[in-house]
C-alpha cells in the first residue's frame, strides 16, 4: 500500500487525534498545577489523566492493528466525551477550550472506530459473531 494511503486513511487519523488529545489533557493537566490559588477538583484532574491513558491505550492498539482496539476506542469515546464536558465548564479559559476541543474530536473518531461492537456466543466452528 502506497505511504499517501496509510497517512490518509481514518485508522492514522484516529491514531493522530488519540495522540493529540493525549498531549492535550497532558497541558491541561499540568496547566492545572501550576495555576496558583486556583483549586481545580480532584476528580477534574483525575478525569485528565484517565483520559490521557486511555486514549494512549487506543492509539497503541490501533497502532498495533489489535482486535481489541474496537472496545479500546468506545472507552476512549466515552471517557472524552465526560473529559470535554469538564474542561467546557471553564468556558472563559483558552486552555480548557482548546483541550475540550480535541477530546470532542477525538472522541467521534473514537466513536468511529469503536464500531460499537457486540461479541455474541461462539459459532459451532469456534468463531464469535459480531454484529
Avoid: W
Avoid at 494511503?5 to 493537566?29: G, H, P, V, Y
Avoid at 492498539?61 to 473529559?83: D, K, R, T
Amino acid at each position: 500500500m502506497p505511504i499517501n494511503q496509510i497517512q490518509d486513511s481514518d485508522i492514522t487519523k484516529a491514531i493522530n487525534n488519540c495522540l493529540n488529545c493525549a498531549r492535550s489533557c497532558t497541558e491541561t493537566f499540568h496547566y492545572c498545577l501550576e495555576q496558583k490559588g486556583t483549586a481545580f477538583s480532584g476528580k477534574h484532574l483525575s478525569l485528565l489523566q484517565i483520559c490521557v491513558e486511555s486514549c494512549q491505550l487506543s492509539a497503541r492498539l490501533l497502532i498495533a492493528g489489535s482486535e481489541f482496539h474496537h472496545q479500546a476506542c468506545e472507552l476512549s469515546f466515552e471517557i472524552c466525551e465526560a473529559c470535554a464536558t469538564e474542561c467546557e465548564r471553564y468556558e472563559e479559559d483558552e486552555v480548557f477550550k482548546r483541550c475540550a476541543a480535541t477530546c470532542r474530536r477525538c472522541a467521534e473518531y473514537c466513536r468511529a472506530m469503536s464500531g460499537m461492537t457486540v461479541k455474541l456466543p461462539l459459532t459451532e466452528k469456534g468463531q464469535s459473531i459480531r454484529m
